[in-house]
């Protein structure tokens, strides 16, 4: 045997082939993709609670449900598959997916798994009961005004209250 391939040989057994996952920290990587689909991200200041994300979950990992008068919308990493509808029919673009995407966990750490946010439901003045979140109601109101003649936007304003 060559004395160059002995040599290569030696240095490759000694040398660890890939990146030591996951024991070592801080963890490296050559780059991570722009687009690269995530754990989830939320802008809960820009969320109107319309559901339309959890609608449009194919997997049922986003789910909304209302208690109350609170409207919570959560999303199971576990049962996520990441295909990003969710983000793609958010009217207001307040969820997105980051480059976060080592999720493995231990038993301990599931709770980690889970994201949740809340919104505020408005009541019907005639019943009580709850109709939608505050927010949406507020979105919708201004969507009709951008909308309308600008010289009728002052009374459609008025009425809108």
């Known amino acids: 045997m ?12 000694l040398k660890p082939f890939t990146i030591g996952y996951p024991s070592v920290a801080p963890r490296k990587y050559a780059q991570i993709v722009e687009g690269l689909r995530g754990k989830h991200e939320v802008q809960e200041d820009k969320c109107i609670g319309c559901g339309a994300c959890a609608r449009r979950c ?3 990992a986003l789910k909304l449900t209302d208690h109350e ?3 919570t919308l959560s999303v199971s990493l576990k049962e996520c598959i990441f295909c990003y509808r ?6 207001e673009d307040a969820l997105s997916l980051s480059t976060d995407f080592e999720l493995a966990r231990t038993r301990d750490e599931e709770r980690d798994l889970e ?18 979140t505050s927010k ?3 979105r ?3 969507r009709v005004i951008e909308n309308i003649a600008p010289q ?6 008025e009425d809108l209250k």
């Open 2 to 13: 060559s004395r160059a391939l002995m040599k290569e040989l030696i240095k490759g057994l």
């Open 58 to 60: 194919s997997t049922g």
């Open 69 to 71: 008068f609170k409207r």
């Open 86 to 91: 969710c983000v793609e029919v958010c009217p």
């Open 115 to 132: 994201i949740k946010w809340m919104n505020d439901l408005s009541k019907c003045l005639n019943c009580g009961k709850p109709i939608t």
């Open 136 to 138: 949406q109601i507020e």
């Open 140 to 142: 919708v109101r201004e």
């Open 152 to 157: 009728a936007k002052g009374v459609i304003a």
